[in-house]
C-alpha cells in the first residue's frame, strides 16, 4: 500500500487525490484511477500543485463536448490571474497563438497557419523523413542496448518540424534543450525560474531567427508567414513568435512521445505486433489503436469557464479551470468495447478517438504526425525484427510532472536484434 492509500481509504477520493498530486505510481499506470472516476467523480474538483481550482473531465461524451464548447475558453489572457498562478509572467509572450486564442483570433490564425501548412507541404516531405529515419537507425548499433527516445524518437520529429519551419541544423540541438526544459518544468519556484529562463531564451531566439528569414527568404514554412505578416498585415511580431514556438513545441514532443508509447506497447504485446508484421496494411488502423490506448496527450491544455456550466450533474464555477482527460475519455466503456484491450483491427477508432481533440482546435499536425508514426515504425521492425525490450515493464518508468498534458516515458532502452 503506497503513503497515499494509507492516507485515504475511500476509493474516488484517492483517485482524485492521485489525479490532483500526479503521484509516481499512479502516473505509470492512470487508467485504474481514471476508470474510478468515470464511475463515481465524472467531473472532479481537483487541487493540483499550481493551487488554482481545477474540475477534470473524465467521460468520452462530456469531454468530446467540452472540447468543442465555446462556455469553454482557451484564452488564458482572460483568465489572466490563473495564467500569472501556474506559468508565471515569462510563458505570456510565447503564448499569443492559435492554441491559447478563442473565435475570432483563433479563426484568423489558424487560417493563416493553414495556408502555409498545406498537405502538399507535408506530402512533399515523405521521402525527407524517410531518409531522416533511415540514418537515425543507421546511428543506432545492432545487438547493443540502445535508448530509443534520444537516439530515434526524439531527433525524428525535432528534425522533421525543424526543416519544415526553417531552423537551421546547427541550432536545433540546442532549441531542443530549451523544449524540454519546458516539457519538464514543474511547479515550485525554482521550476518557475527555470521556465522563465528557458522561455526568454527561445523567444529572443525565435525573434533573431525571424529577422534572419526576413533578410534571406527561402521555401520553408516560416518564410511564408514572414511574407504573409509582410504583405497583409495579418500577424503581430508578437504572434508570429509565438505561432513559430508552437508549431516547433507541439509538432514535435506529442509524436516524440507517442513513437515511443507505440514501441513500447507493441513490444508489451507481442501478438498485436505479429498481426502488423504479417499484415502491413493494418499498421495506419494500429496507429489510432495506439493514439486511443495509450496516447501521448494525456490531457487537453488548459481551458477556463467563462461562465457557470454544469456538467454532469457537478457545477464549475465561472472562472474555474477545466482540464479534460484525453486518455481517460478514450478508454471509456460507453465508447469503446473492451477499452482496456489492446486490439489493432479494432473497427471505427480513428473517426472516434479524442487523441487529436475535436472541433476548432483538432490539431493541425495530425497528417503530419501520422505520417511520422507510419514510416518510423515500418522502418524500425523492418531494419531489427527481433527488437526487445531491454527491462521488464516493471521498470519501465513514466514522466512523473505534476498534472501532466503529456503521457510518455522517461527512457526507452531497446536491444535492437537486427536478426
Not at 125 to 133: F, H, K, V, W
Not at 139 to 147: G, Q, R
Not at 243 to 251: D, M, N, R, V
Not at 363 to 390: H, N, V, Y
Amino acid at each position: 500500500m503506497t503513503q497515499l492509500e494509507q492516507e485515504i481509504q475511500d476509493p474516488t477520493s484517492l483517485a482524485v487525490a492521485a489525479a490532483s498530486r500526479g503521484c509516481p505510481v499512479y502516473r505509470a499506470d492512470p487508467y485504474p484511477v481514471y476508470r474510478q472516476l468515470r464511475e463515481t467523480a465524472p467531473v472532479s474538483r481537483l487541487t493540483p500543485p499550481h493551487g488554482v481550482e481545477t474540475y477534470l473531465i473524465t467521460r468520452y461524451e462530456d469531454a468530446k463536448a467540452a472540447l468543442a464548447d465555446p462556455r469553454i475558453s482557451k484564452d488564458m489572457y482572460a483568465a489572466i490571474d490563473a495564467y500569472h498562478t501556474i506559468f508565471g509572467d515569462s510563458s505570456i509572450a510565447l503564448d499569443d497563438n492559435m492554441l491559447f486564442s478563442d473565435p475570432p483570433k483563433h479563426t484568423r490564425l489558424r487560417r493563416i497557419v493553414n495556408r502555409a501548412f498545406t498537405p502538399r507541404r507535408i506530402e512533399v516531405l515523405r521521402p525527407r523523413i524517410q531518409e531522416i529515419t533511415d540514418t537515425l537507425l543507421d546511428n543506432c548499433a545492432a545487438d547493443e542496448v540502445v535508448d530509443l527516445l534520444p537516439a530515434f524518437a526524439f531527433p525524428l520529429p525535432l528534425k522533421v518540424i525543424c526543416e519544415l519551419i526553417g531552423v537551421p541544423e546547427e541550432e536545433r540541438d540546442d532549441v531542443q534543450e530549451w523544449c524540454s526544459v519546458v516539457a519538464r518544468t514543474g511547479f515550485s519556484k525554482g521550476d518557475k525560474d527555470r521556465l522563465a529562463d528557458a522561455e526568454s531564451t527561445l523567444h529572443r531566439y525565435f525573434q533573431e531567427l525571424i529577422a534572419r528569414k526576413r533578410k534571406n527568404a527561402s521555401d520553408d514554412l516560416l518564410s511564408d508567414l514572414i511574407r504573409t505578416q509582410d504583405e497583409q498585415g495579418s500577424l503581430t511580431d508578437g504572434e508570429l513568435v509565438s505561432t513559430l514556438w508552437i508549431l516547433l513545441f507541439a509538432g514535435h514532443k506529442t509524436t516524440a512521445y507517442l513513437i515511443g508509447n507505440a514501441v513500447y506497447n507493441l513490444l508489451t504485446h507481442r501478438d498485436q505486433l505479429q498481426r502488423i508484421t504479417t499484415s502491413p496494411e493494418l499498421l495506419p488502423n494500429a496507429i489510432e489503436e495506439i493514439i486511443r490506448f495509450d496516447g501521448s496527450v494525456e490531457n487537453a491544455t488548459f481551458r477556463h469557464a467563462l461562465e457557470d456550466i454544469t456538467i454532469a450533474g457537478t457545477l464549475i464555477p465561472k472562472g474555474s479551470l477545466v482540464q479534460i482527460a484525453i486518455t481517460s475519455a478514450n478508454r471509456d466503456p460507453e465508447r469503446f468495447e473492451s477499452p482496456d484491450d489492446f486490439d489493432v483491427t479494432r473497427q471505427g477508432v480513428q473517426s472516434n478517438h479524442l487523441g487529436f481533440g475535436t472541433g476548432p482546435h483538432y490539431c493541425l499536425g495530425a497528417p503530419l504526425a501520422r505520417m511520422e508514426m507510419q514510416l518510423a515504425l515500418t522502418s524500425l521492425f523492418d531494419r531489427f525484427p527481433r527488437i526487445d525490450l531491454a527491462e521488464s515493464p516493471k521498470e519501465t518508468e513514466w514522466l512523473t510532472v505534476p498534472f501532466p498534458a503529456f503521457r510518455g516515458l522517461k527512457r526507452l532502452p531497446v536491444m535492437l536484434n537486427a536478426h
